[in-house]
Nanobody
């Protein structure tokens, strides 16, 4: 069992930056690929970014490519999402999740097993 807790969300103006963290406990995440997803009311959960277990390969949704950076610190059992040049359309609840694979960067939410409770990101114009 893995427990994930996201933090770092908040209110920011368009063009600003936020850094999300996802702290894991219960088991090391060093063997798992991980991802960030986001969801707004009435919409399906949307893929944002993913990273392999080693951190050597990353994948991004087209909507965030060049603005967001996913990274991880395995000794600290923590996943990060650096979000720059934020837009109002980035407003959502952001979730981190583990994927049982080691080398894949899946964009498919059902392939992820453990999820955090989410952190709200609000970008104002």
């Amino acid at each position: 069992q893995v427990q994930l807790v996201e933090s770092g969300g908040g209110l920011v103006q368009a063009g600003g930056s936020l850094r999300l963290s996802c702290a894991a406990s219960g088991r090391t995440i060093s063997r798992y690929s991980m991802g960030w997803f986001r969801q707004t009311t009435g919409k399906e959960r949307e893929f944002v970014a993913a990273i392999t277990a080693s951190g050597g390969t990353t994948r991004y949704a087209d909507s965030v490519k060049g603005r967001f950076t996913i990274s991880r610190d395995n000794p600290k059992n923590t996943l990060y999402l650096q979000m720059d040049s934020l837009k109002t359309e980035d407003t959502a609840v952001y979730y981190c999740a583990t994927n049982p694979t080691t080398y894949a960067t899946s964009a498919d939410a059902p392939t992820y097993t453990y999820w955090g409770q989410g952190t709200q990101v609000t970008v104002s114009s």
